[in-house]
């Protein structure tokens, strides 16, 4: 039974680096594709980027100067880092596994920022 | 970049019910959506991939259509633990892009 559980600091000061970390547990993490997605409050959902099978990543264009996903094959885990965050990126952020689709998804790390 | 465009905003419906929602993409992106289910609180939740396919599990009362540019998600007899909010998600090429979602209340 594949299950992703997150964590990471859930509050942040303008300019400061949003990191959160997603870790596998009962699954294969190579050969997928690890996707991080945000939700802010109320709002739909915004595909952040991903890192694929073959370690490319991919990022929206609208976030893709202060955002870098990586992973660690060797612990199973996925990282976000977001650089100099402001009250916009108040957001659920949630990583999510795929090949054809998002499978399996993490339960959602609520991150606000506030000075 | 493409964009997404999902109809309705909201609707309401009552259970037993045949609902459709759609989806619009701004250039043909075959057959590669996906629509997710999400409730208040909770993750999104795989329905449909590759725009008709079944994720396992999946009541059979939800089914996808369509194709290019045009899909369709419909909930063939809606139930109680139908009401929710739902996305699709165009998996055609980079940047991926969400729908601004549809939810589905009580009437």
């Known amino acids: 039974q594949v299950q992703l559980q997150q964590w990471g600091a859930g509050l942040l000061k303008p300019s400061e680096t949003l990191s959160l970390t997603c870790a596998m547990y009962?699954?294969?993490?190579?050969?997928?594709?690890w996707n991080w997605i945000r939700q802010p409050p109320g709002k739909g959902l915004e595909w952040i980027g991903e890192?694929?099978?073959?370690?490319?990543?991919n990022y929206s264009p609208s976030l893709k100067s202060r955002v870098t996903i990586s992973e660690d094959t060797s612990k199973n885990q996925l990282y976000l880092k977001l650089r100099d965050v402001t009250a916009a990126d108040t957001a659920v952020y949630y990583c999510a596994r795929g090949v054809l689709a998002l499978r399996y998804w993490g339960q959602g790390t609520l991150v606000t920022v506030s000075s | 970049a493409i964009q997404m465009t999902q109809s309705p905003s909201s609707l309401s419906a009552s259970v037993g019910d045949r609902v459709t929602i759609t989806c619009r993409a701004s250039?043909?992106?075959?057959?590669?959506l996906d629509w997710y289910q999400q409730k208040p609180g909770k993750a999104p939740k795989l329905l449909i991939y590759a725009a008709s396919s079944l994720q396992n599990g999946v009541p059979s009362r939800f089914s996808g259509s369509g194709s290019g540019t045009d899909f369709t998600l419909t909930i063939s007899s809606l139930q109680p633990e139908d009401f929710a909010t739902y996305y699709c998600l165009q998996a055609y090429n980079y940047p991926r892009a969400f729908g601004q979602g549809t939810k589905v209340d009580i009437k």
């Open positions: 890192i694929n099978h073959s370690k490319s990543t």
């Open positions: 250039q043909d992106i075959r057959n590669d």
């Open positions: 009962g699954g294969s993490f190579s050969g997928y594709s």
